[in-house]
C-alpha cells in the first residue's frame, strides 16, 4: 500500500492568510520528498523538495518542514491568493525511481 | 525549455481494445515515469525507464507494459482494456536518479 497519506482531505483558507497542509509518512527510508499541486485538468506541478538530511526549505511564498521523527511533512502557504486553490500531494522516494504519493488535500482560498 | 508533453490528451476506446499513449521528456531528461490517476485509487505508479531499461515497475498486470527510445521518448501500452482502466495517465521526467520528476499534462484514457 501507500506509504504516504495526508491528515485531512480537505483545506479551507481564507484569502490572504497562510495555509498548512499536513502528511504522514510510513517510510523511514525515505530519501526525499516533494510537494505537487494539481489543478483541474492538469498534471502535478512541481512546488517543492525536501532531502532527508534537512528540516527545512524554504522557496517563493512557500516552506516545507520535515520532522523525521515523527515522520511527518508539512508544506506552509503564506499569503494563500486564489490561485492556490488546487490539490496538494506529498510524495516520497528513495533509492527505487519511483514516488510513492498520498490521497491529496484539495484547498479552497474563501474570498 | 518546454516541458512535458504527452500524446493524445483525450482518448476513448472500448472494452478489449489497446491503447498506446505517448510521452516526451523535458529536453536533457533521460528518466520517464508513468503514472496513473483515478478518483479511488489516487496516483499510483506504473514503471519508469532510463536510457532505454526499465528499472523499476509498480504493481499492475502484465497488459500494462512500456518502452523507451534512444531520444528519451516513451511509450506505454495497455492491451485488452478494461473498464477499470479508465484513468488520467500521467508521465514524468527526471534526472538520472529520477528523484525531481516534472509531469506532462495527462491522457484522459476512457474505455466503455
Known amino acids: 500500500g501507500e506509504s504516504v497519506g495526508l491528515h485531512l482531505p480537505t483545506l479551507s483558507v481564507q484569502e490572504g492568510d497562510n495555509s498548512i497542509i499536513n502528511c504522514a509518512y510510513s517510510n523511514s527510508a525515505s530519501d526525499y520528498f516533494i510537494w505537487y499541486k494539481q489543478e483541474s485538468g492538469k498534471g502535478p506541478q512541481f512546488i517543492i523538495d525536501?532531502?532527508?538530511?534537512?528540516d527545512k526549505r524554504q522557496g517563493q511564498r512557500v516552506t516545507v518542514l520535515l520532522n523525521k521523527t515523527v515522520k511527518h511533512l508539512s508544506l506552509q502557504i503564506a499569503a494563500t491568493q486564489p490561485g492556490d486553490s488546487a490539490v496538494y500531494f506529498c510524495a516520497e522516494g528513495s533509492n527505487d525511481y519511483k514516488l510513492s504519493f498520498g490521497a491529496g488535500t484539495t484547498v479552497t482560498v474563501r474570498a | 525549455k518546454a516541458g512535458v508533453t504527452q500524446t493524445p490528451r483525450y482518448l476513448i476506446k472500448t472494452r478489449g481494445q489497446q491503447v498506446t499513449l505517448s510521452c516526451s521528456p523535458i529536453s536533457g531528461h533521460r528518466s520517464v515515469s508513468w503514472y496513473q490517476q483515478t478518483p479511488g485509487q489516487g496516483l499510483q505508479f506504473l514503471f519508469e525507464y532510463f536510457s532505454e531499461t526499465q528499472r523499476n515497475k509498480g504493481n499492475f498486470p502484465g497488459r500494462f507494459s512500456g518502452r523507451q527510445f534512444s531520444n528519451s521518448r516513451s511509450e506505454m501500452n495497455v492491451s485488452t482494456l478494461e473498464l477499470g482502466d479508465s484513468a488520467l495517465y500521467l508521465c514524468?521526467?527526471?534526472?538520472?536518479?529520477?528523484?525531481?520528476?516534472?509531469f506532462g499534462p495527462g491522457t484522459r484514457l476512457t474505455v466503455l
Open positions: 514524468a521526467s527526471g534526472g538520472s536518479s529520477a528523484d525531481t520528476q516534472y
Open positions: 525536501i532531502r532527508s538530511n534537512m
